[in-house]
């Protein structure tokens, strides 16, 4: 396996630790925890590119993995420091990595849902993802519909389910 890769994969396991720590903890929000998630963040998502993945000579599937891992990290380190908007861009990287991660979906439905107004959330949610997938495939729909389940998003599973009884 290349050096990259195993570098990044330490670099997102002392991400992970120190995430760990900060959601076991029963303290309040310490600074030198966020200081630390905001310092390894910005080198993660300054570090590896696609280009000196490929450069390395990875196979499509370690690259995919490998940024799909960092979007993943990159967005729960963002919620942590409340810092919705970027979380919302770094799942969204992880998702054009593979749009089938239950992780990230999860991640950003869960954002959706308490952040948005309640007006029109599923409908709007609806719209946007439809960009990202076909609701005519069963497998898109389902891996949508599941990630609504698990997060508690009512709103878009009545949508999905209103859109599909109307074909």
């Known amino acids: ?9 330490e670099d997102l396991q002392e991400l992970q630790e120190i995430m760990q720590k900060y959601v076991n903890s029963e303290e309040t929000t310490d600074q030198k925890i966020l200081d630390v998630l905001n310092e390894k963040s910005i080198y993660l998502e300054n570090t590896y590119t696609l280009e000196e993945l490929q450069a390395e000579g ?3 599937g370690e690259i995919i993995n490998s940024l799909e891992a ?4 990159l967005g729960y380190s963002d919620i942590v420091r409340n810092q919705k908007a970027e979380a919302i861009d770094h799942f969204m990287m992880a998702l054009h990595y593979n749009p089938y991660s239950n992780d990230a979906l999860c991640s950003l439905l869960d954002i959706f ?3 948005m107004k309640e007006l029109d959330r599923g409908r709007k949610v609806y719209e ?3 960009k990202m997938y076909d609701f005519n495939e069963s497998r898109d729909r389902d891996m949508v519909m599941d990630c609504a389940l698990e997060v508690g998003f009512v ?3 009545s ?3 209103i859109r599909e009884t109307e074909k």
């Open 1 to 9: 396996m290349s050096d990259i890769i195993i570098h990044l994969q």
């Open 58 to 60: 990875l196979s499509n």
């Open 70 to 73: 960092v979007g993943i990290f």
């Open 113 to 115: 849902q308490e952040d």
């Open 128 to 130: 946007f993802l439809s």
């Open 155 to 157: 709103q878009l599973c």
């Open 159 to 161: 949508e999905i389910t």
